[in-house]
Every structure is written in structure tokens, then in C-alpha cells.
């Protein structure tokens, strides 16, 4: 069973930047298509990025395109998340969890969710 930890998070000014980590415990993370989610209270879990198992393809979301980067480090196990040109709108709990169906931006189509880290952004 993999488990994933996220770190990173934390309080940024708008306009500032954070790397986001997620660090799995499976050694053969390489196979896995792996994302990135972010929650708000009182909404649903909403899809940020996603990259393939070799890192060749990566797919983000309209509203982070052009800010954020998702890469990976198979060698480390992990899957980063560069966050640029920070807003107070990405405010959020940030996930990240294995794609075990197929390639999806759908919340129910990943598992594995690590335990989340904080964004804070003010303006």
C-alpha cells in the first residue's frame, strides 16, 4: 500500500512562491500517474495538476496553468509542485494521491491521499 506525505505548505504573501513535496513510500512510484488536489471548506476537492509515471506528459488546471509546475524524482519517490505568482485564491489544502484508473482530473479516480498541507496566501 502506498502512502504519500505532503509538506511544504504554509503562509505566503501574494505574489510569493512555495514547493510543494510528496514523498511516497512505494519504490515504485515511477508507475504511477500521480496528482495534486486542493480543498477549501465547504467545497469539493478540486483537480490542481497531474503528471505521468515517467513525468513526460503533465496536465494542469486552467486557473494554475502558466503558475504551477508538477515534476517528479523517481529516484527519490517523490512528486514536487512549484507554485508561482501565488494568489490569495489559492488559499487551500493541498493533496496529492495516486491515479489508479485511468488518466483522470476526477477526484474519485485517485487514492492513495496523503494527509494535506496548508497554503495560505494574503493579500
Known amino acids: 500500500q502506498v502512502q504519500l506525505v505532503e509538506s511544504g505548505g504554509g503562509l505566503v504573501q501574494a505574489g510569493g512562491s512555495l514547493r510543494l513535496s510528496c514523498a511516497a513510500s512505494a519504490r515504485t512510484l515511477s508507475t504511477y500517474t500521480m496528482g495534486w488536489f486542493r480543498q477549501v471548506p465547504g467545497k469539493e476537492r478540486e483537480f490542481v495538476a497531474r503528471i505521468s509515471g515517467s513525468g513526460g506528459v503533465t496536465i494542469y488546471a486552467e486557473s494554475v496553468k502558466g503558475r504551477f509546475t508538477i515534476s517528479r524524482d523517481n529516484a527519490k519517490n517523490t512528486v514536487y509542485l512549484q507554485m508561482n505568482s501565488l494568489k490569495p485564491e489559492d488559499t487551500a489544502v493541498y493533496y496529492c494521491?495516486?491515479?489508479?484508473?485511468?488518466?483522470?482530473?476526477?477526484?474519485?479516480?485517485?487514492?492513495?491521499w496523503g494527509q494535506g498541507t496548508q497554503v495560505t496566501v494574503s493579500s
Open positions: 494521491a495516486r491515479n489508479f484508473r485511468i488518466p483522470s482530473t476526477l477526484a474519485a479516480d485517485f487514492s492513495n
